[in-house]
Nanobody, 119 residues
Framework: QVQLVDSGGGLVQPGGSLRLSCVAS????????MGWYRQAPGKQREVVAT???????QYTDPVKGRFTISRNNVKNTLYLQMNSLKPDDTAVYYC?????????????WGQGTQVTVSS
C-alpha cells in the first residue's frame, strides 16, 4: 500500500499564490507518473498537471503559465506551485501517484486539500 498526504490548501485572494505538497509513503522515484487533479463542486474530477518518472510535465490549458509541478525525491514529495490564482481554480485538489506493483499499474490518491480563491 501507498499513502499520499496532501496539504497546503487554503483561502487566498484572486491573484495570490499557494503551494500544495503531497508526501508519499513510498519512493516517488519509482512512481510511473504522478500528478495533481482537482474537483470543483458539481463537476467531475479533472487533471491539472502530471509528471512522469522521467520528469516530463504536462498541464491542462487553463493553468499553463500559472502552475508548476515539481518534486523532491529525497523528501518523497510532489509539489504544485499555483500563482495568479483565479476564482475558477477553487476546488479540492488531489495528489495522484501510479506505481507498478506485482505487474499491475495501481493508482493511489491523497485525501484532498481545499483551495478557495475568493475576495
Amino acid at each position: 500500500q501507498v499513502q499520499l498526504v496532501d496539504s497546503g490548501g487554503g483561502l487566498v485572494q484572486p491573484g495570490g499564490s499557494l503551494r500544495l505538497s503531497c508526501v508519499a509513503s513510498r519512493s516517488i522515484e519509482t512512481a510511473i507518473v504522478m500528478g495533481w487533479y482537482r474537483q470543483a463542486p458539481g463537476k467531475q474530477r479533472e487533471v491539472v498537471a502530471t509528471m512522469t518518472h522521467g520528469g516530463i510535465t504536462q498541464y491542462t490549458d487553463p493553468v499553463k503559465g500559472r502552475f508548476t509541478i515539481s518534486r523532491n525525491n529525497v523528501k518523497n514529495t510532489l509539489y504544485l506551485q499555483m500563482n495568479s490564482l483565479k476564482p475558477d481554480d477553487t476546488a479540492v485538489y488531489y495528489c495522484n501517484a501510479n506505481y507498478l506493483i506485482d505487474d499491475d499499474v495501481r493508482p493511489y490518491w491523497g485525501q484532498g486539500t481545499q483551495v478557495t480563491v475568493s475576495s
